[in-house]
């Protein structure tokens, strides 16, 4: 049986619960991707164009510093990796997290929470952040109240 993993970054809370229920489906571990400065409402402003997370959705080099670390990566085969969708496509801080493991031969599956939108060209943007992984997955947009046997039977429709 696969070691799994779901890491997730939550700037509001409501991707959190998403990861919650979903580890709790996938009988994975469960680890938040914190940043080293918290985002506050008015940084998540995308009307605002000097708000700070339109400054980093528009400089695509834009890597986020993270608080901490897995400390044993290498022991999970399959990583949930989950964010809220902004400006079509992941946050930048989840490039700062695939970047910051060697992910070589293991199964990266996305999911997302979103206010309106899919996952974009989310994979795309992703690929180059996490060169070995033996496959990078657009899963789902886990929105609205999710249950554990729903999401088991999505994690069992992967063949995990």
Do not use: H
Not at 28 to 35: H, V, Y
Not at 95 to 118: C, P, Q, V
């Amino acid at each position: 049986m696969s070691k799994k993993l779901v890491a997730y970054f939550s700037a509001s809370g409501v991707t959190e619960k998403a990861a919650r229920v979903l580890a709790e489906a996938a009988e994975a571990d469960l680890f938040e991707i914190k940043p080293n400065v918290p985002y506050m409402k008015d940084d998540l402003d995308w009307t605002d164009k000097q708000s700070r997370s339109s400054i980093e959705m528009s400089d695509l080099s834009s890597r986020p510093a993270i608080e901490d670390k897995i400390a044993n990566i290498n022991v999970y085969d399959i990583v949930f990796v989950g964010f809220p969708i902004w400006w079509y496509v992941a946050p930048t801080i989840i490039n700062t997290f695939l970047e910051s493991y060697d992910f070589s031969g293991k199964t990266i599956i996305l999911f997302a929470t979103s206010g309106g939108s899919g996952f974009g060209k989310t994979v795309d943007r992703l690929k180059g952040s996490c060169p070995g992984a033996a496959a990078l997955k657009e899963g789902r947009i886990l929105n609205g109240k999710l249950s554990k046997e729903e999401l088991a039977q999505w994690v069992k429709s992967l063949g995990l």
